[in-house]
């Protein structure tokens, strides 16, 4: 509500607090990594890290996840998680346009 608001420092809170309150919660570190991703890349990462190892059949986390990795200059990271959601949801567009596009940009940077 907040996010969609505009009022993203509110909505960042109100992850955190979501999260911390039910760590246990993949949907809860889903929802703090989403929000997250356009303030703060690398809690981003640790959310959606969190929600794979919570929910490790989630091919939407593991996309995200793979989405937060490349954007933090992490590429091998990205092509492993970007892989982990093709091998989740082979027929699922968004994992194959996401994934594909990603994979066809060219191999990983070993750095």
Known sequence: MYHEAGFHPQALQHAREAAKA???EARAWHLLGVIATASD???AEMAF??????????AVAALD????LSANSKPAEAEAAYRSALSL????PAVQVEGGAFLCSGP????
Do not use: G, Q
């Open 41 to 43: 890349p690398a809690e």
């Open 22 to 24: 039910a760590p246990s």
């Open 108 to 111: 990983a940077d070993p750095a």
């Open 65 to 68: 996840l793979a989405a937060v």
């Open 49 to 58: 890290t969190e929600v794979v190892r919570r929910a490790p059949k989630n």
């Open 89 to 92: 949801a082979p027929k699922d």
